[in-house]
Each structure stands twice: as C-alpha cells, then as structure tokens.
C-alpha cells in the first residue's frame, strides 16, 4: 500500500482526478468504481475542471458506483443517484448506458445486487476504485464486521454512519439500510485509490494504514491489495507514525 500526503485537500483530490485521467487517456473504456460523500465533492470538481478543459473524457468508459440507500428513488434529492446527477454526470460527457448505480427503489434487492455484480464482471471487472473513508473505517457501506469476502449485498447501517449521512433526511438520520459493493467486490479492483481528508478522518486511516488487518476496520483489508494508494491531506495524515 503507497501512501501520498498533499499540503491541502484541494492538492489531494486534484490527484485522485489526475489518476482517474491519466487511466482513461490510457484505455479510454476503463471500468470505474466512484464512491459519494463530502470528501469526494473535490475531487468531482476538479474531474468537471479536467473535462471542460478538454483534458478528460468519459464517454467510452463504464462507471459503476460503490452504493445507495435501499429504499431511495433516483430522483430522491439525497440518493446517491442525485449526488452522481449533479456533481458528475450532467457535467461531463459520461455515456448513461454505462452509468450503473444500484437500484434503492428495486422490490427485489437480492436480485439487483447479483444483477449489479454480473453486470461489472460483463464489462471486464473494474479497472479503476476510488474510495472515501468512513469515520469508523468503513468503505463503500461496508460497516466494521463486514466480511473481506463480501459481495454486493444489502446492509444495515450503523447508527453513526447514519447520522454521519443524516443531512437532507427528517431527522437528520439516513435510510437504515444500503446496497453495497461488498469488501470482496472492491478488492477485485485492478487498482484502488483512497482519497481521505480532515482531521476527522485521521483515526481511521491510522487504523487501516497501520493498525491490525481485522473486519473490524473494513478499510484495513486494502492493506492486503496489490495496487492501492491513500491520497491524504496532511490533517488526514497526522496520526501515521512514518
Ligand atoms: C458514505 C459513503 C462512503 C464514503 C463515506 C465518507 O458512507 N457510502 O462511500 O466514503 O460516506 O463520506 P464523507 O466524505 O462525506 O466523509
């Protein structure tokens, strides 16, 4: 595992665009796997930035996202389907037959969770992972206990990471289950990058980075994976011992 430390959070997300970029001016019909959440708003902005500059384009590559909240439409404004429409999607020239994100409103999880996973097998497994981080070291919605070999799957919610998420919800709570790519599914990347910035995240990289590999700390089984970098700020980065 590489670890890159930036000055700002601005430096470090432009360098998660920058790898996404160079992967597509590479093989222009990379499989991607894209995360949602704050931290990733950066890096979105810098790829939109990237694309109006004509220095990136989407339109041969597949995308698949990490998850949704089960229960949620596409156009419910706090899907993830919305984040992806607004940050994203509507401002570059992603193709949207490629564009895949689970179905929240599907009556029949199961099925579009193995649906899901055949469709990225059809399209050649994912080239390309970016991850955020949870607080509690979770990655897609794999919560801590998920098992390293999970696919993707419905998964209930920790009340902290629902709270985490509340924003946009009544109550300030999110749904209480998710679709998610499973810890097995994200481990299948040819090469993952975890982008990770904020003093609140400093505890949770230290813990994946250099803490015991364990299912208690979902980010920890990257340590194990052959091409994974963490792109951090330097508040990210505070409590790595090297
Ligand atoms: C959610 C997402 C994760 C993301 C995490 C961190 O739980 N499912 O993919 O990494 O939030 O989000 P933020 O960047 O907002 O802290």
């Keep these: 595992?590489?670890?890159?430390?930036?000055?700002?959070?601005?430096?470090?997300?432009?360098?998660?665009?920058?790898?996404?970029?160079?992967?597509?001016?590479?093989a222009p019909d990379s499989v991607l796997m894209m995360p949602t959440g704050d931290t990733m708003l950066a890096m979105y902005r810098e790829l939109v930035g990237l694309h109006e500059r004509g220095g990136v384009s989407f339109a041969r590559a597949s995308i698949f996202n990490l998850d949704e909240y089960l229960g949620l439409s596409a156009k419910h404004p706090a899907s993830f389907a919305s984040y992806m429409r607004e940050n994203f999607f509507s401002r570059v020239d992603a193709e949207p037959e490629r564009t895949r994100i689970p179905d929240g409103a599907t009556r029949d999880p199961a099925r579009e969770c193995e649906s899901y996973e055949r469709e990225m097998q059809a399209a050649g497994g994912v080239d390309l992972c970016l991850l955020g981080i949870g607080k509690n070291g979770h990655v897609g919605f794999n919560e801590p206990g998920a098992p390293f070999s999970s696919r993707t799957r419905v998964v209930r919610?920790?009340?902290?990471?629902?709270?985490?998420n509340g924003a946009g919800f009544p109550g300030g709570l999110s749904p209480e289950k998710a679709l998610t790519a499973g810890v097995g599914t994200i481990l299948d990347s040819r090469e993952i990058l975890l982008l990770a910035t904020g003093?609140?995240?400093?505890?949770?990289?230290?813990?994946?980075?250099?803490?015991?590999?364990?299912?208690?700390v979902p980010a920890s089984a990257l340590q194990g994976h052959p091409a994974c970098a963490f792109l951090l700020d330097a508040t990210a980065a505070d409590l790595l011992n090297e």
């Design 157 to 164: 919610l920790s009340e902290s990471t629902r709270e985490a």
């Design 199 to 216: 003093e609140d995240k400093a505890e949770a990289v230290a813990a994946s980075v250099e803490g015991r590999v364990s299912e208690e």
């Design 1 to 26: 595992m590489k670890i890159h430390v930036f000055e700002s959070e601005r430096e470090a997300a432009a360098a998660a665009a920058a790898a996404v970029a160079r992967r597509l001016e590479e």
